[in-house]
Nanobody, 121 residues
């Protein structure tokens, strides 16, 4: 199982970015996909998650600014980030939990390699 993120970069405060995370490896479905972030010197924290059934969960700090979505056919999750703030600067990691592949099921968690987001003031 591989999770490959893209879409990070440098943006000015108030700007927008869209992150993508594509899963590969003969995967048929993923129960829960989400985004975490880790700023320098801080613990990794949940940003947003979205279940295959459509349930979402957002960190309070991003509610109303970020939107998570997924394309189950493409096994891809997106994070639309609007009204970005300098405090959103972090490495953003894609996460997948409950992966069905090749007739098997992995109940654990998989991570992408991370994509850097820098928001300048």
């Amino acid at each position: 199982v591989q999770l490959v993120e893209s879409g990070g970069g440098l943006v000015q405060a108030g700007g927008s970015l869209r992150l993508s995370c594509a899963a590969s490896g003969s995967i048929s479905s993923i129960h829960l996909m989400g985004w975490y972030r880790q700023a320098p010197g801080k613990q990794r924290e949940l940003v947003a998650s979205l279940s295959s059934g459509g349930s979402t969960n957002y960190a309070d700090s991003v509610k109303g600014r970020f939107t998570i979505s997924r394309d189950n056919a493409k096994i891809t999750v997106y994070l639309q980030m609007n009204s970005l703030k300098p405090e959103d600067t972090a490495v953003y990691y894609c996460n997948a939990v409950g992966i069905s592949y090749g007739g098997s099921y992995y109940s654990g968690s998989a991570w992408g390699q991370g994509t850097q987001v820098i928001v300048s003031s």
